[in-house]
Each structure stands twice: as structure tokens, then as C-alpha cells.
């Protein structure tokens, strides 16, 4: 005997918009499997005396979806070895039906021939009814696994299978993400029905139909205002575009990576400074300032024919996965140290069949403010052992370099005495890196304090009257001393 299963759709709307063919082959069939008795067309078919078994009852077996599609599958499978089924869906077979793609899955391992004999998607009815034409743009999505990223908010939307309220409230909140609250969108239930209802409704009550059923959908008309979609990653490459085209800014069009170098710097010390003074709008202005350089240096090298965004995105998001392998390959790390150590291997291992540098020290860029290349060269030097175990050789490293500072600071050797002075600082950040202190951010920290102090020293003298200029450095020190006890 055949081992077959027979798909047909049942279309979208009531028994006279059933397709000839498919009714006749319900007509025929001996056993009937249906996904769900909730459809239009069901209930005429039973009148006319045609028996189904359904799997309404699936449903309330489990919480997942996913878990009632596979069960139905198993079910359906088991049957078809050893009799001839027919199986029957709402819309069209392929038309956001999760059953009919597992059973096209898993047929074949079964030796079971699966034949899909068509039927009318509901896509047809609702293209009508909104008077809309797909070939403007188009997304069909589905509400029960909705993703922010998937959405085009350029195009005109549908999302199917909008169940119940439940549904519909996260379908509303993934909207309202990047929609304003009462953006205008429209509830579709049982199109292509004598019971057809389109409802329009502001976004923020869309949970609150009572009339979402299995037969609802949702329609987002294509948004037309661009300054809704300002915060989208699409929005801004489409400006930086414009900045730089025929038409564009003529500061931005003269730009090049070189005269721009010096702006990613100072963008970053600035978002630096809202970071440290726990400013959150200044720092998302910042973080703005520097996406903007990276976005005219990315243009720029797409003006140039060498390179553009997507290459800079594909480049870091192929590295951040290459390089978290306990994340994206289910390797064990023990703590972030060795976090830190597999990073660094992965990196070595990048390197491999390159062309090596003449010098490790090569890697730290010559660009770094002097501290911080300080301790980007110390920190390559241990890599391969150029590095004391114990802090008391160093200790004795940084009283060596004062001691050669101040014979240099009594023959008054200008020139040696910058020399040393570099030592006494290098050696320090030896230091800071054996107690594992960033010698950047504690200089800033010392420069913050400063500022803080001497402001407190400004206010007071002007809150007395005086003029700084005519304090002692003793009364100066002793404002000082006040700042220093309200903890500033």
C-alpha cells in the first residue's frame, strides 16, 4: 500500500470561494485530518455531511507552538503508515503553515510520499480589502516569533497568526519600540469571510480587542514620516550618504581619512569625560559624535570604492563571534581571566602565516597618549617574560629614576631632566600595572580631583569677596584642606 498524505488548503474565506478541485478532493477522501475546526469553511463542510478529525485539542497540551506543530506531525506521520490521509489547513499550504514544512521534513525519512494539492491564501483577500499592492514592498511575518530586526518599516506590513491578547500584546510592544503609541494600524479578522471586519486602531490599544481570534491578523501601513525611523541604523547611513554625494554638505564632501583622524580622538575624549561625569545624556551625545566618525570614514571608503559600513560590521561581528567561543562554540571558561587568555591565543592564532611585525612593541599603536602607550609596551613585554614576578624590584626601579632625576635637577640639565622624568613615570606605570590600576584612569581620576578642589578653592575665595590672586599660598592650602574633608 501507498503511504501518502494529501495537503490541501482551505483558503481564507467561506465554502463558495473553495477551489473546485480541492473540494472534490475532500469529497473523496476517506480520513480527513484538519489543523483546526476554527475556520469558515469547516463548519459548511460538516453540514454536508464530511466527518474530520481535528487537533483543537493539540493546543491545550502544551505552551509552545512549536511543541503542538510537532505533535501533530508525529501524528499525522503515524497515521500515513498505513493508510492514505488527507490533510487539510487553513490559507494556502505554505502560507505561514509551520505543519506542512515539518511534514515536508520529515516525510521522506518515513518513505512517505507527500502530495500539496494547493489552496487560496488569505494574502490575496487581505491585498484586496486594503486595496494595497505588494510590489510596493511587503513583509509577511509572523506574530508568535516576531523580531525587532526583521521589521521594514518602509513597507507595507502584515503579521499573521495573532491569536489572542496575549500574542497581540507582545506584537504591540516590539512595535512601540520604534513606533509612537497611537500610530495608526489595522486589525484584520476572518478576510475573505461574510464575517470579514478591518478595524483601525491606535497601537497602544491593540491588546485590547476583544475580537482577536485565531483568524486575526495585523496590518502596519508603511511609515511615511522618516523622522519616526531618525533612530534607525539605516536612517543614519542614508544622511552620511547624502553629506557626502553630489548634493551634499561641502566640509563633509572634502573630507578625508586623513583630516578626520584628529576628530575621533577628541570625540573620545569627550565621551570619556560624560562617561566620568555620570552624564547619560551627554554621553549618548557622545557616543552619537563618535558613531559619526566612524560613519564618514566609512562612507569615505565607500566613495573610494574600498570599503564601506557593511564591510567595518561584518569585520567586528565575525571577530566578536571568533573570539567568544565559550559564548557562540559551548567551550568552558573557568572566569574572566580566562576569558581574557583565550582572547589573546585566538588573536596569536589570527596572526599565523601573517607577515610578523619586526617588533612586538609594533602592535601598540604610536598614536596612544604616552601613559597609556606606556603600558600597552610593559604589558607586551611580559607576554614573553621581560617582566618582574615580585613589586619590590620595581619599588626599587621607581627610587633609582628620583634619585637619577635629581642629579640631573642639580646640574640644572634641562635635557636629561625630561629624560629621567619619562623614567619616573614609566617606571610608576610599572606599577600601576602590577596592582592591575589603568594609569590612565588614574590620572584622570588625580585631574578630576584636582579640579573639583581648586573650583572649591575659586568659589570660596569669590563667595568671600577677594580675589584669589591676593591670598597666601597658605590660606590657598587651607581652603584646600576644607575641600579635601567634604570629600571632594
Known amino acids: 500500500m501507498m503511504k501518502k498524505i494529501t495537503v490541501i488548503g482551505l483558503g481564507a474565506g467561506d465554502l463558495e470561494q473553495l477551489p473546485l478541485g480541492v473540494y472534490r478532493l475532500l469529497q473523496k477522501a476517506d480520513h480527513i485530518y484538519i489543523r483546526t475546526n ?68 520529515k516525510c521522506s525519512k518515513y518513505g512517505i510520499e507527500i502530495n500539496i494539492a494547493g489552496g487560496q491564501s488569505f494574502l490575496d483577500s487581505t491585498f484586496t480589502s486594503l486595496q494595497i499592492d505588494p510590489i510596493e514592498g511587503f513583509q509577511f511575518l509572523d506574530a508568535t516569533s516576531l523580531q525587532r ?22 506584537v504591540k510592544l516590539t512595535l512601540m519600540e520604534d513606533l509612537p503609541d497611537d500610530y495608526e494600524v489595522m486589525i484584520l479578522t476572518a478576510i475573505g469571510s461574510e464575517a470579514e471586519e478591518v478595524r483601525k486602531v491606535p497601537l497602544y490599544e491593540l491588546d485590547r480587542q476583544s475580537t482577536i481570534s485565531n483568524l486575526t491578523s495585523l496590518y502596519v501601513p508603511p511609515v511615511n514620516d522618516e523622522k519616526l525611523l531618525y533612530h534607525t541604523f539605516s536612517s543614519l547611513r ?21 583630516s578626520l583622524k584628529k576628530y575621533i580622538l577628541e570625540e573620545a575624549y569627550e565621551l570619556v569625560d ?9 554621553t549618548i551625545e557622545e557616543l552619537g559624535d563618535v558613531l559619526l566618525q566612524v560613519m564618514l570614514h566609512a562612507q ?61 612593541l609594533e602592535e601598540v599603536p604610536k598614536s596612544l597618549p604616552g601613559i597609556l602607550r606606556a603600558y600597552k609596551y610593559q604589558k607586551k613585554a611580559a607576554q614573553v617574560g621581560f617582566d618582574w614576578d615580585d613589586v619590590s624590584p620595581m619599588w626599587d ?70 580675589e584669589i590672586e591676593s591670598l597666601s599660598l597658605e590660606q590657598l592650602d587651607e581652603i584646600w584642606t576644607s575641600a579635601k574633608k567634604k570629600g571632594l
Open 38 to 105: 476554527e475556520h469558515p469553511v469547516v463548519q459548511d463542510l460538516m453540514k454536508e455531511g464530511l466527518h474530520f478529525n481535528s487537533f483543537d485539542n493539540v493546543y491545550e497540551n502544551y505552551d509552545q507552538f512549536e511543541e503542538v506543530y510537532e505533535e501533530i506531525v508525529n501524528v499525522l506521520i503515524s497515521e500515513a503508515l498505513h493508510k492514505e490521509i488527507l490533510y487539510a489547513v487553513p490559507g494556502h499550504p505554505f502560507v505561514a503553515e509551520r505543519t506542512v514544512q515539518l511534514l515536508v521534513d
Open 149 to 170: 530586526q526583521q521589521i521594514q518599516y518602509n513597507q507595507h506590513i502584515i503579521i499573521c497568526q495573532m491569536y489572542d491578547q496575549f500574542i497581540a500584546s507582545e
Open 238 to 258: 542614508s544622511v552620511i550618504a547624502i553629506l557626502r554625494g553630489p548634493d551634499g554638505c561641502p566640509w563633509d564632501k572634502k573630507q578625508t581619512h586623513q
Open 274 to 282: 560624560a562617561i566620568d561625569n555620570d552624564d547619560v545624556w551627554n
Open 300 to 360: 569615505i571608503g565607500d566613495d573610494d570604492g574600498l570599503f564601506n559600513i557593511d564591510d567595518v560590521v561584518r569585520s567586528i561581528t565575525e571577530k566578536m563571534i571568533r573570539r567568544h567561543p565559550h559564548v557562540f562554540a559551548g567551550e568552558r571558561v573557568v572566569d574572566s581571566d580566562e576569558v581574557v587568555y583565550n582572547w589573546e591565543q585566538i588573536k596569536q592564532d589570527e596572526k599565523k602565516g601573517m607577515k610578523h611585525p619586526a617588533s612586538l
Open 397 to 466: 626601579k621607581v627610587r633609582e629614576e628620583i634619585e637619577e632625576f635629581q642629579v640631573e635637577a642639580s646640574n640644572h640639565n634641562q635635557k636629561n631632566m625630561l629624560t629621567e622624568f619619562g623614567d619616573i613615570l614609566f617606571a610608576l606605570v610599572n606599577i600601576s600595572r602590577y596592582y592591575k590600576i589603568d594609569p590612565e584612569e588614574a590620572i584622570t581620576s588625580a585631574n578630576n580631583k584636582f579640579f573639583k578642589r581648586f573650583r572649591f578653592i575659586e568659589n570660596t575665595v569669590r563667595d568671600e569677596g577677594k
